[in-house]
């Protein structure tokens, strides 16, 4: 599992980050304005007036599934690491969180709100807002959003195949038979999760 994320990851983010620059330099202008937005829309009176349940509900659950310090299940991952030094670990880790939530999801945020994409009621929601954004100014970019997505999906697949084992090997043995149990129950969700509704998806992951 190591092996293979340390090469999709960087790629993918790398890809990324380099189209989010692209697009940010071909309006580079209109960033000022767009950072003015954010922190305008941030702390307005009407973000302090409605913004407590949303924060509570709303903000609070995404902030925790930006990255995997959030859910706490990073800890799985580092625990595994084999070093000398623990505290270039924990730097790791938290590393991890910067480049996520900082560098990837502010990039986006700009890139949607310079596009115009936020108010435009023809770029959809969540994903499609971020293609539509893009593609405005990079007529190829969905097809590489397109491998980023299943690269992403792919790596958080089998990562998260690690955890739910290493916590299911803790609750049930670490017998050879309690593995395989685990891996058939991890087979047939992600052949649910494929299926279901992406709502349903996201609303039991938040539950569970």
Known sequence: IGQVTEKIIPFMCGIYVLAGAVVLISNASAIPAALSLILKSAFSPEAAYGGVIGVMVQGIKRAVFSNEAGVG???????????????????????????????????????????????NPAAGEGVEMTR????????????????????FAYSTMISWSYYGEKCWQYLFGHSKGAAM?????FLLFIVLG?????????????LM
């Open 73 to 119: 299940s990073a800890a799985i991952a580092h625990a595994a690491a084999k070093t000398d030094e623990p505290v270039r670990e924990g730097v790791v880790a938290m590393l991890g969180p910067f480049i996520d939530t900082i560098v990837i999801c502010t990039m986006t945020a700009l890139v949607v709100i310079v596009s115009g994409a936020y108010n």
């Open 181 to 185: 149990t685990y891996r058939v129950i």
């Open 194 to 206: 494929a299926i279901t509704s992406l709502g349903n998806v996201i609303d039991f992951s938040d």
């Open 132 to 151: 539509w954004a893009f593609e405005n100014t990079l007529s190829w970019f969905p097809i590489i959003l397109g491998i980023s997505v299943f690269l």
